[in-house]
């Protein structure tokens, strides 16, 4: 099977031409595609194509359905995304699109069907455990909803693939119907916060706990989750009195990895307080002692929040941890990324500048902390008050 490459004026710009298996009356089935590129990339996308076509893998455009364009999207972008990128994407697409709508065939795929398939999963779109077997059935799971975050994925990748296929005309369509359907509003679970004396209470808590360090590290400076947990100890500038944000811990597939920030609003660096310093210093103490206490098994990863043994913290453990010691404080029920939520309000309502908050916790603009975070704001945006100095004073009450 040959094919042509045609110059279209454009330096980058090529007709792909080759023969796709004949047609169901018998005629020749030629098939052209623009392709944008070297001259080098547009020979080794023909290869490919028409490999594609020898091998069985075409599929007529025409009778193309969501599953086939998906997965085409997918192996397309494989090697362009970030690893957890391709890995949700292909999970969103397996367990909420495909059982759905991956049997329509794309033309058919019209704005009314989306806005069907999305009301639907929100509805009962995923399998959740049950803790107890039901009585009457013996099902251990139910139908539940998908938060409309969820859902809201789901219709940009759907909107994301068939934009792709048109593009690269693997399908033949004037209009994407998704961008005739309404995104749904996502609704934010509400934000929990601990007081100035809570937070106090709650560092006392921890104080001794392998759980200590990521705590007062998100309560003293908003920094994330993620972060935290990969905080290295060349990171930290005992000397300059500041912190590095440069990597965050990920989660894929079983394997916990370091990743790096996805954007220069992540990358930052901050001062941090006297009392945080301090803190940091002790602790490197009591690591250089549990390194001695584990000898060659000791996991050398630099790490500043870490398990006994050196190792990175898993995630969940952490967040058991943080309810324990919390039940402890005998303060308000929060979840870890509520440590960042209570560090950014307490600095607004202190009067740090909204400018610095913005930039420490890497928000890639001061109006997104402005939005989130404008009630916390007093009428007398004065002097800038450190949060530290607000713990203080609430441990001196």
């Given at each position: 099977?040959?094919?042509?490459?045609?110059?279209?004026?454009?330096?980058?710009?090529?007709?792909?031409?080759?023969?796709?298996?004949?047609?169901?009356?018998?005629?020749?089935?030629?098939?052209?595609?623009?392709?944008?590129?070297?001259?080098?990339?547009?020979?080794?996308?023909?290869?490919?194509?028409?490999?594609?076509?020898?091998?069985?893998?075409?599929?007529?455009?025409?009778?193309?359905?969501?599953?086939?364009?998906?997965?085409?999207?997918?192996?397309?972008?494989?090697?362009?995304?970030?690893?957890?990128?391709?890995?949700?994407?292909?999970?969103?697409?397996?367990?909420?699109?495909?059982?759905?709508?991956?049997?329509?065939?794309?033309?058919?795929?019209?704005?009314?069907?989306?806005?069907?398939?999305?009301?639907?999963?929100?509805?009962?779109?995923?399998k959740k455990p049950l803790i107890l077997p039901d009585p009457t059935t013996g099902e251990d799971q139910e139908w539940t909803g998908v938060s409309?975050?969820?859902?809201?994925?789901?219709?940009?990748?759907?909107?994301?693939?068939?934009?792709?296929?048109?593009?690269?005309?693997?399908?033949?369509?004037?209009?994407?119907?998704?961008?005739?359907?309404?995104?749904?509003?996502?609704?934010?679970?509400?934000?929990?916060?601990?007081?100035?004396?809570?937070?106090?209470?709650?560092?006392?808590?921890?104080?001794?706990?392998?759980?200590?360090?990521?705590?007062?590290?998100?309560?003293?400076?908003g920094m994330r989750q993620g972060e935290c947990l990969a905080l290295r100890w060349s990171d930290v500038d005992f000397k300059a009195g500041t912190?590095?944000?440069?990597?965050?811990?990920?989660?894929?597939?079983?394997?916990?990895?370091?990743?790096?920030?996805?954007?220069?609003?992540?990358?930052?660096?901050?001062?941090?307080?006297?009392?945080?310093?301090?803190?940091?210093?002790?602790?490197?103490?009591?690591?250089?002692?549990?390194?001695?206490?584990?000898?060659?098994?000791?996991?050398?990863?630099?790490?500043?929040?870490?398990?006994?043994?050196?190792?990175?913290?898993?995630?969940?453990?952490?967040?058991?941890?943080?309810?324990?010691?919390?039940?402890?404080?005998?303060?308000?029920?929060?979840?870890?990324?509520?440590?960042?939520?209570?560090?950014?309000?307490?600095?607004?309502?202190?009067?740090?500048?909204?400018?610095?908050?913005?930039?420490?916790?890497?928000?890639?603009?001061?109006?997104?902390?402005?939005?989130?975070?404008?009630?916390?704001?007093?009428?007398?945006?004065?002097?800038?008050?450190?949060?530290?100095?607000?713990?203080?004073?609430?441990?001196?009450?």
């Amino acid at each position: 099977m040959k094919g042509s490459k045609i110059p279209l004026g454009d330096p980058k710009s090529w007709r792909l031409v080759y023969d796709a298996p004949r047609k169901e009356n018998g005629k020749r089935n030629q098939i052209w595609v623009t392709f944008h590129g070297t001259s080098k990339q547009a020979d080794a996308e023909r290869a490919r194509l028409i490999h594609e076509a020898e091998s069985g893998q075409y599929v007529d455009p025409s009778k193309m359905t969501v599953d086939e364009l998906l997965q085409k999207y997918l192996d397309a972008n494989e090697g362009r995304w970030a690893r957890k990128t391709h890995l949700g994407y292909s999970e969103k697409i397996k367990n909420y699109i495909s059982p759905q709508l991956g049997n329509t065939q794309i033309e058919k795929l019209t704005a009314s069907r989306i806005d069907k398939f999305l009301s639907e999963i929100q509805k009962t779109g995923r399998k959740k455990p049950l803790i107890l077997p039901d009585p009457t059935t013996g099902e251990d799971q139910e139908w539940t909803g998908v938060s409309s975050q969820t859902a809201n994925h789901c219709r940009a990748i759907l909107r994301s693939a068939i934009n792709w296929g048109i593009r690269k005309e693997v399908i033949k369509l004037n209009t994407n119907p998704v961008s005739r359907t309404d995104s749904i509003k996502v609704k934010h679970e509400e934000m929990k916060t601990l007081t100035a004396e809570e937070s106090v209470r709650l560092v006392d808590a921890c104080n001794g706990s392998i759980w200590e360090m990521p705590i007062v590290l998100s309560l003293y400076t908003g920094m994330r989750q993620g972060e935290c947990l990969a905080l290295r100890w060349s990171d930290v500038d005992f000397k300059a009195g500041t912190i590095k944000v440069r990597h965050s811990l990920q989660y894929i597939q079983g394997k916990l990895s370091l990743k790096v920030p996805k954007n220069d609003y992540s990358e930052r660096t901050f001062e941090a307080t006297p009392e945080l310093l301090e803190l940091l210093k002790k602790h490197k103490e009591v690591q250089k002692l549990r390194k001695l206490e584990y000898g060659d098994v000791y996991q050398n990863l630099n790490l500043v929040c870490a398990m006994e043994d050196g190792y990175y913290m898993r995630t969940s453990m952490l967040c058991k941890g943080l309810r324990e010691i919390i039940d402890q404080a005998k303060v308000t029920r929060i979840r870890f990324h509520d440590l960042r939520h209570t560090h950014i309000s307490l600095s607004l309502a202190n009067g740090e500048s909204l400018v610095r908050v913005s930039r420490r916790v890497g928000h890639a603009d001061p109006t997104i902390t402005l939005k989130r975070y404008s009630h916390c704001i007093p009428g007398d945006m004065g002097a800038p008050v450190q949060l530290a100095d607000a713990l203080k004073r609430a441990r001196e009450q």
